[in-house]
C-alpha cells in the first residue's frame, strides 16, 4: 500500500459529529467513532490511512478549528530518510 500524503487531526471538543466530513472524503479516510463523546455525540476520527492531503474535510466543517489537514512534502520525506541514515 503507498504510504499516506497527508494526515488528519479531529478535535473532540469542537466536532459535533455531523458527519460532513465523513460524507465528503473522497479516500474514505475518516469515520464516525463508535464511542460517544463528552458532549453525546459520534465525533469523526481519522482512521489512520488512505489520506490524500486534500482538505475537502476540512472546507466542509462547520466548525472552525475542529479539522486539521497535514501534508506530507518531498523535503519532510527526504529529511526522515536523511535522518534514518545518520
Keep these: 500500500m503507498a504510504e499516506a500524503r497527508g494526515y488528519v487531526t479531529v478535535d473532540a471538543e469542537e466536532c459535533k459529529g455531523c458527519g460532513l466530513c465523513v460524507e465528503s472524503c473522497p479516500p474514505k479516510c475518516l469515520e464516525l467513532a463508535a ?39 518531498v523535503a519532510a520525506k527526504q529529511e526522515e530518510t536523511h535522518a534514518a541514515t545518520v
Excluded: F, N
Excluded at 43 to 56: D, F, H, M, S
Design 35 to 73: 464511542e460517544l463523546s463528552h458532549q453525546g455525540v459520534h465525533t469523526a476520527q481519522y482512521t489512520g490511512e488512505k489520506c490524500t492531503g486534500c482538505g475537502i474535510c476540512y472546507y466542509c466543517c462547520p466548525e472552525p478549528g475542529a479539522i486539521t489537514v497535514y501534508r506530507r512534502t
